[in-house]
């Protein structure tokens, strides 16, 4: 399905869209509407549209707003949610579905700081099989540009310290290798993984 | 019967009544007060042991009046049960020892409360007589059942597989009814989840091989008259022609029409491809197995909108108060309809605003629906109109609030049930006294008439034609339902003998009314058997009492009649009461309303309550005892009290209680009389009344209330402060409030001094 695929209201070709490529989206259709997962939400008020509201707007076929919403990847994968909805939908998991396909799509908000630190997270554990915590701290302070970086690392300055001084953060992370020994049977088998996917979901 | 009353009294001295109480004391106040003839002690009465003594007594002693002063009345039935003698309870074990503190100060006041009820038992006693049977019953135990629907057919089939006659009669050419026009039905077993067979054929099959069922079709019910075991019926068919069939007991099952959906032009409804689900059915059977096909064009549909409670839950003119309930469960089937018929691609949606699946299966079946992709919206519709070849339904979404509109091929439209019922009796009934009485059946009537202007059409045709003084139809609760108290006593009309089953009594699908059709049928069972026995069936079930009148005394008031909840008695030529002790449920209501109390039961009369009262020892005005009277209905507040005993939960040691059949059936003298004879207040307990009432005689309360509203004139004659009389309702679980009332009313007294009428 393209970018643009044209959606008619309250007719399901969104829905079944999502039943196909969305991770758990074969779920969608049996929310109950009944609210339990927005009231459990612990983050509920950084959301725009809660679990309830987004299911109901992939029923109503408003597939830009629900791809395009940053709601998703406000989840924090804390499970309340699961835990509680009484028809057992897994919603942490669709939600990370969504926000997957909508990335991949690239539908989702480029400026979402979820999403670009899930990216800058997944580069740094993709490439070498372990994390770069200095790396990763670092790509995440300098993200929003170099004086950004500066006013960030200043303003983490005394955890730095710590975390240097009790041993915590090898300054030397910076330029080691590190990593896994088979970094390239990782990559292998990432690569793998993917092209089932790809297949599987019809990309 | 035994020509003289020989009162014998016995006391138990079990259960700790021994240890509070003097036992010999109570035989004497039995002895030289209540005038009992024989009075023993035994430390455990319910015992085989005690039993005996008293059953001894009985054979070899000729006692016919027994007292027991042990436990409620309540308790161990079992044990106390005697034939052929009276029976009285003094109540010292709940109405006593438990309900007072056992302490020394405590004790004398305690002993007095014990010797009162002791007194008030013998009392009693002397004016019981052993009811007999009522010899006006009739002997026929076939059941009419009234409409051929699946409610009337299932009521006739389960009468007849029980071994009882039946004549099912049905105004239109088939049996089926409603049944008969569905495609599918909604699952009625396990796993619930996909529509079934209705089964139909099979169902008139077993009817028309029955040797027990007859069937009379295209025919109505030109009159009635009678009761239960005795009702004679005239079936008039079509071609005029009429026979008179007699019958133990009827099944109404009359069942529902559906409103109209040309009076909401907004759902567009007159646009061929707008229907009503009753129509869908039809479409969907039309289909035979093919795709459903819209019936503007013929085009197979790709896209179907539901919209559910149409006209419904409103109190706007011309709207339903109340939802079908059914509706979306029908919705649920028929979206499954097109998921069977139309491919999975076919997008079904249903517009609700509160989705009613009731019960596991219900649920299961919603999840059901869910699972075939069939598409739930919260959302209140405002339009329907063409736009092009397909319909635009304009709506409020509710999750995302936010108003948005659709397109279907197809929209149907869940219209609600009205129930098929006659004319209400006390809509029309007209009051010929000239008393205050009128008044309130006027303001009655003008609550009726807000209703009336929600012009939900109620046919004013009458089903059943009863010929009785009452009106010709089953009384009705709310917006045209038959009354029927739909968890205690679901199927019981107001009219004894006569039951009502499926929608007429409320909206319901079909595996409801199934279970109603069942239930009644039992019910009307029951009624016929027991009035072949001349006892009452409900819910003074195996009373063998019923009212009669002292004629030279009657007045022709008219009160009893026209106040009788269940229309029992008719008036005859003169204006007597006629009296059809096979409607009568024994409450005693006309006993209450009865001006010169010339009403009584064997058992049961002005006499045995008022003797009662005017046993009670009042002390001299100085005393500061003051006695309080408490009249608590037996069904529901004599219970509470029973177990705030069981509770150890005190309340004052002036108060006695007598408990009444009814509320209902208090009769004003005792008032009276209680305030003349010293009493200084005066407490009845009753049950709720109104619209979610709980009365076992259904306006019993009501009425009491009613004629307590204007108890305040005696007192004003009588120169007392109206607080001395109370009227409560009170509920079977108010364990706590009941002795609270009681305590409130002691406060009271105490701050308004006592009455000046102790002698």
Known sequence: MSNTAMVKKYRNDFLREVEEKVEEGDWVRMCMQCGVCAGSCPLGDAWEHPPQEIFMMIRAGKREEVLGSDSMWMCTSCYNCIVRCPRELPITHIMHGLANYAHRLGLAPKANPTRRFAKIFWDNIATSGRVNELKLSLGLYFMDGFGNGIKKALAMKDVGLGLLKTGRLDPMGLFKAGGIKDKSGLQKALKKAREIEDTRKGY | MADEKKIGAYICTGCGIGDRLDAKQLEMTAQRDGKAQ??????????????????????????????????????????????????????????????????????????????????????????????????????????????????GMTAALESARAGYDVLLVEKGPELGGWMRKLHKRIPDRAPFDEPMDTGIDDLVAAIEASDKITVALNSRIARTSGAPGQ?????????????????????????????????????????????????LEELASAADG??????????????????QDVGQNSTEVGKLRYDSGAGDLVAIKQAMYFKHHNGDDCDTTIIYDNLRTPGTAGEDFYRSGQRKEVIFTKGAVSKVDAAGDTLKVSFHDKILDEDTEMEADLVVLDMGMIPVTGPDPYATLEIDTDDDEAEVVEEEEKEDGVEAENPVEVSVESILNLDYRQGTDLPQLKFGFLDSHFICFPYETRRTGIYAAGPVRRPMDIGQAIDDATGAALKAIQAAENAQVGRAAHPRSGDLSFPTFRKEGCTQCKRCTVECPFGAIDEDEEGYPQYNEGRCRRCGTCMGACPVRVISFKNYSVETIGQQLKAVDIPDEFDEKPRLMVLACENDAYPALDMAAMNRIEYSAFVRVIPVRCLGSVNTIWITDALNSGYDGIILMGCKKGDDYQCHFVKGSEI??????????????????????????????????APKLINDMAATIEEIGMSPFKF
């Open chain 2, 38 to 151: 024989v009075v023993k002690t035994h430390e455990f009465l319910c015992s085989a042991d005690g039993v005996k003594t008293i059953q001894d007594d009985i054979d070899n002693d000729g006692v016919n009046r027994v007292v027991i002063c042990a436990c409620s009345r309540r308790a161990k039935t079992d044990a106390f049960a005697f034939d052929g003698v009276t029976l009285s309870r003094a109540n010292l074990r709940e109405g006593v020892i438990w309900v007072r503190p056992d302490s020394d100060e405590a004790q004398e006041t305690t002993q007095e409360m014990a010797d009162d009820y002791v007194r008030m038992a013998c009392a009693e006693a002397k004016y019981l007589d052993v009811p007999e049977p009522n010899e006006n019953h009739g002997n026929n135990l076939r059941i009419l059942v009234v409409g051929g629907g699946i409610t």
């Open chain 2, 231 to 279: 009702f004679s019926v005239d079936i008039a068919t079509e071609s005029g022609s009429t026979t008179t069939e007699n019958v133990g007991a009827i099944i109404q099952a009359t069942g529902f029409k559906l409103h109209d959906p040309a009076a909401f032009p907004e759902f567009g409804y007159g646009n061929a491809d707008v229907i009503t689900s009753a129509e």
């Open chain 2, 704 to 737: 009491a209330h009613m004629r307590m509203s204007k108890i305040d004139d005696t007192l004003n004659q009588l120169n007392l402060e109206k607080e001395r009389v109370a009227t409560y309702e009170v509920e079977i679980t108010d364990i706590e409030r």
């Open chain 2, 290 to 307: 093919g795709p459903i096909k819209r019936p503007s064009d013929g085009k197979e549909v790709k896209a179907v909108a539901f919209i």
